[in-house]
């Protein structure tokens, strides 16, 4: 009898752990890439467990240890081999890591990262949106500096 309770007391847990969020123990997700970006700057990118079949692609940027972008979404983990590659533009003050496993023409994951502002795409900041004209146009512009001296750099993301 004790067994048996005890046996449908854990499954009541598992229930309610599943229910507030515990079924991420299910796919936990995995550590994907950390990108060094100058100046004791790094990105990193992981997979975090949502539901069974999701899981969530996120990424920050850290300085000194310390998180100088939040964690972001960028998309959902396949459970493929990832590889990242980064380049920057001569004066190190913007920043691209990107997914090089796929080829240039069709990235799953490509991050710029602007060292002035702190800005980061994809990302919207609370005061713009991405189809706002001029934020698409300064993203646009960025991404075009930066591969402008990287040709090795994902198709222009931003003219599609």
Do not use: Q
């Not at 847990?13 to 790094?42: D, E, H």
């Amino acid at each position: 009898m004790r067994r048996s309770l005890l046996a449908a007391a854990g499954g009541l847990l598992l229930v309610v752990a599943a229910c507030a969020g515990g079924l991420s123990l299910l796919n936990p997700g995995r550590g994907i890439a950390t990108v060094p970006i100058g100046n004791g700057r790094a990105v990193r990118i992981w997979s975090e467990g949502d539901w069974l079949d999701y899981t969530d692609v996120l990424y920050e940027v850290r300085e000194g240890g310390r998180i100088v972008v939040p964690p972001t979404f960028m998309g959902t983990d396949r459970g493929e081999r990832l590889d990242f590659r980064s380049a920057s533009t001569a004066d190190g003050k913007l920043w691209c890591v990107y997914e090089s496993t796929r080829g240039t023409h069709d990235p799953w994951f490509v991050i710029v990262y602007d060292v002035e502002t702190g800005e980061s795409w994809p990302r919207s900041w609370m005061d713009e949106s991405f189809n706002d004209p001029a934020v698409s146009r300064k993203w646009r512009d960025r991404y075009r500096r930066l591969r402008s001296e990287n040709r090795g750099l994902p198709d222009n993301l931003f003219e599609k």
